[in-house]
C-alpha cells in the first residue's frame, strides 16, 4: 500500500488571498448587478422618451390632418355659399322667366280674342311672280351684236 501522504497545513496567507479573492468577486458582482439596474432605468427611460415622442409625432400629424380638414371645411364652406348664390340667382331669373311668359301668354291671349273694337287692316296684295318680257328671238345666222330688227345689241 502506498504510504499516505501526509497532510501538510496550508500557508497562512493563502486564506487571506481566498478571502480576499471572495470578497473581490462578490464585490465585482454586486456592480456589475447596480450596473444592470441602471442600464435597464435608462432603457425604460429611454423606451418611454420614445413613446413620448411617438406620441407627439401622431398629435402632430393629427394636428395637421385636423388643419388640413378645417380648411377643406371652409372651402366646402365658401363653395356652397357660392352655389347657393347662384342657385338663388338661378331662381331669380326663373322666376323672372316664368313672370315674363305669363305677361307674354296673356297679350298673345287678349290679341287672340282682338280688341274691342275692329281695325281696319292694309290689304295685303297675294304673292305674284314677275315674269321678264319676251325677247325676240335670234336668228343663229347672224353676226353677234346684231338683233332681229337690224339695231346692233347695246351692251
Not at 501522504?5 to 496550508?10: E, H, M, R
Not at 497562512?12 to 471572495?22: A, E, M, R, S
Not at 402632430?60 to 338663388?88: P, Y
Amino acid at each position: 500500500m502506498p504510504a499516505p501522504l501526509d497532510f501538510q497545513p496550508s500557508p497562512p496567507w493563502l486564506h487571506w488571498f481566498q478571502i480576499g479573492f471572495t470578497s473581490m468577486l462578490l464585490v465585482l458582482f454586486l456592480v456589475i448587478l447596480g450596473r444592470s439596474r441602471d442600464q435597464s432605468l435608462e432603457l425604460r427611460t429611454l423606451q418611454q422618451r420614445i413613446q413620448v415622442l411617438e406620441r407627439n409625432r401622431a398629435l402632430e400629424k393629427a394636428a395637421n390632418q385636423d388643419g388640413q380638414l378645417q380648411v377643406m371645411a371652409q372651402r366646402l364652406q365658401e363653395i356652397e355659399a357660392r352655389e347657393g348664390e347662384r342657385l338663388e340667382q338661378a331662381d331669380q331669373e326663373r322666376q323672372m322667366l316664368r313672370q315674363t311668359i305669363l305677361e307674354l301668354r296673356a297679350k298673345i291671349q287678349r290679341a287672340a280674342v282682338g280688341p274691342q273694337t275692329p281695325t281696319a287692316y292694309p290689304a295685303v296684295a297675294p304673292l305674284r311672280r314677275e315674269i321678264p318680257p319676251k325677247r325676240a328671238p335670234t336668228s343663229l345666222l347672224r353676226p353677234p351684236g346684231q338683233e332681229s330688227n337690224g339695231e346692233p345689241e347695246q351692251r
